[in-house]
Each structure stands twice: as C-alpha cells, then as structure tokens.
C-alpha cells in the first residue's frame, strides 16, 4: 500500500483493453501522465498503470463526482497541487535548489544519518509552511536524489543566492548548520560547504 500522504486520488474505473472482458477496480493513484495513471490496484493489491484511452467511466470515491477522460489529468493535477508531496516537489525546482543543498551538506561527511535526515524533514516544513509533509516522504525524496558535486553545489547556492530572499537564506544556513551539529565532529568537507554558504549568503547572517 502505498503512502496515505502520497496518494493523489482514490478512483473507481471501468476498465476494458480491447476486446478483453470490462473490469472494476478501485485505484489509489500517485502517479499519472496526459495518457496514463499509476497507483495502488485494490483488486490486485499492486501497482499497476491504467491507459486513460481504455478507461470507460472514472468517478472520484472521495466525492462521487464522475470524471471524463479527457479531464482525468487536469483533475488529477489539480488534486496533486493540493497535496504536501506537492510543496515537497516545490523544494526540488532547479532554480531554488534548497533540497539538493541540504542532501550535499547531509553528504558531506560521506554519510547521511536518521538525525540528519529528520532536520532535513524539519527543513522542508520551514520552507514550505505545510506541516503536514511527514518523515517517510522526505526518505522517499531523499532516496531519490543525486549528490551535488562541489561545482554543482556552489552554483546551487548561486542560484539561491540570485533569489535575493534573505529569510531563505537564513533558513537554508541554520538548516545546515542543524544537520553538521548533529555530529561530534565537523569534516573538513562540511566546513569548506559551510563557509562558503556563509560566505555568499553574508548579507543574510
């Protein structure tokens, strides 16, 4: 089963492939494109993905209402727009790259502990104000998110820099500060990262 927190909609679909026999299914969907959507299958509790083309009739369980195909994605998107994985996602946009910032900090001493982990989830909640992002779906994010290099890191905190917004810097340093705290000692590493943070972002200290 997959997440509550991750789950976009519940729908109820008729679904026919062809000429195969019409079935009912019950989906908790996370995932979806123009052409297709992905979730949990309650009848075959998997994940499974859905053609939108072969969906013959589509209702919300949570309201009833009835969705046509052609709407299936800009309902869907609609819904996701709502959800904490939403303003979760918003951390990850290349042109304010908090999350990657935090994850290379995280890294820095070539690990990433639970303590460090749980600032991060912390983190996430001050940047976006939605308390209702929980700890597994930052793991989740985190586990899908590559390690900075340092250039790449410096010219993320360039872009983060370039914003111009001071409360985001003051969060982003106290943040990382937080995470390198959680250990005894502080890597040469974390404190290159660090100063050069403080460096670029002197304006906001």
């Known amino acids: 089963m997959p997440n509550p927190a991750d789950v976009i909609a ?5 679904f026919q492939r ?10 908790s969907v996370t995932d979806f494109t123009p052409h297709s ?4 299958c309650h009848l075959r509790e998997q994940y499974r993905t859905f053609r939108i083309f072969d969906i013959r009739h589509c209702h919300d369980t949570a309201t009833g209402e009835v969705v046509e195909n052609d709407n ?9 727009k ?14 304010a790259p908090v999350l990657d910032i935090l994850v290379f900090i995280a890294k820095a001493d070539g690990k990433m502990m639970a303590p460090e982990r749980a600032v991060i989830a912390a983190a996430c909640k001050a940047f976006t104000h939605d308390l209702r992002i929980t700890q597994e779906q930052v793991d989740n994010v985190l586990s899908r998110t590559a390690t900075l290099s340092l250039h790449s890191f410096k010219v993320a905190v360039g872009r983060i820099n370039k914003l111009g917004d001071e409360t ?12 390198i705290a959680t ?3 502080v890597t ?18």
């Open 183 to 185: 250990q005894k000692k």
């Open 10 to 14: 519940k729908l109820h679909i008729h």
């Open 82 to 95: 709502k959800t904490s994985r939403y303003t979760l996602d918003s951390l990850l946009n290349p042109d």
């Open 188 to 205: 040469p590493g974390e404190q290159e990262a660090l100063d050069y943070m403080a460096q670029r972002f002197a304006k906001a200290e």
């Open 37 to 40: 959507i992905s979730g949990h």
């Open 18 to 27: 062809g000429m195969d026999e019409a079935t009912m299914r019950d989906v």
């Open 168 to 179: 985001v810097k003051r969060k982003l340093l106290a943040a990382s500060r937080t995470i």
């Open 72 to 80: 299936l994605p800009a309902y869907l998107d609609r819904l996701y």
